[in-house]
């Protein structure tokens, strides 16, 4: 009796697995992933920090120029891979507005992830500040010398740094929830590569 009680919930544990194993993002599709997250979260906090801070602002802005533009390079390699190999389907069970959200919800984290270190490039720029890399190498302007054109491109880069946290907090509520609650696959394939089998 106790052998039919266990193989049954060895066989239910199978069934979750394998339910669980319907797909998974690519090995380098995980490592950008989790590597640009713990990026932009750093980002979000030292643009906070460069805001609050007169004491910290330079040594946060030099760190913050170079990271940048590492996302908005690592985002068109993310993008290149994601157009070629494309990502797991959702649970079929999952209702079609959710999945429309979430597809919305992907796309635009790329849209701002391109963005947001364009137009703190093109913000510099008008300035007439330099974008400097490390202790000599500056990149080019890509914009103009102009006041005005330097206030609306701050105006741009805050509203979309707030967006980008937004949406960023909407994902990580989304991802817990599908790791913690409905347990349906979504989290583990970026979590982890698929299952070996025994």
Same mark, same amino acid.
């Given at each position: ?7 049954? #919930?060895?066989? &239910? ?5 394998? &339910? ?8 380098? #599709? ?6 640009m997250a ?13 805001t609050?801070? *007169? ?5 946060l ?6 990271l940048? !533009?590492?996302?908005l ?13 494309g990502? =797991?389907?959702?649970? =079929? &069970?999952?209702?079609? !507005?959710?999945? !429309?959200?979430a ?5 635009? *984290? ?18 007439? /500040? ?6 000599? /190498?500056? *990149? ?11 206030a609306? *491109? ?6 979309? #740094? /707030? ?12 991802a817990? !929830? ?15 590569? =698929?299952?070996?089998?025994?």
């Amino acid at each position: 009796m106790n052998d039919s009680v266990s193989d049954a #919930a060895r066989d &239910e544990d199978q069934a979750q697995c394998v &339910e669980a194993d319907r797909g998974h993002f690519n090995v380098l #599709a995980r490592v950008l992933h989790w590597g640009m997250a713990a990026a932009i979260f750093a980002m979000l906090f030292m643009g906070v920090g460069m805001t609050t801070s *007169l004491t910290w602002r330079p040594v946060l802005l030099d760190l913050h120029q170079p990271l940048g !533009l590492a996302i908005l390079l690592l985002v068109v390699v993310r993008l290149a891979n994601r157009l070629r190999h494309g990502a =797991p389907a959702l649970p =079929p &069970e999952t209702p079609r !507005l959710q999945a !429309l959200a979430a597809t919305a919800s992907h796309w635009m *984290l790329y849209g701002l992830m391109v963005l947001l270190p364009l137009i703190g490039w093109g913000m510099r720029s008008a300035g007439g /500040w330099p974008v400097r890399m490390i202790q000599g /190498w500056n *990149l080019p302007p890509i914009a103009p010398t102009d006041p005005t054109v330097y206030a609306l *491109l701050r105006d741009a880069h805050s509203i979309l #740094a /707030w967006l980008l946290f937004a949406v960023v907090i909407a994902h990580l509520s989304a991802a817990l !929830l599908h790791g913690w609650i409905y347990r349906d696959g979504v989290f583990s394939s970026m979590a982890r590569g =698929p299952a070996r089998s025994a």
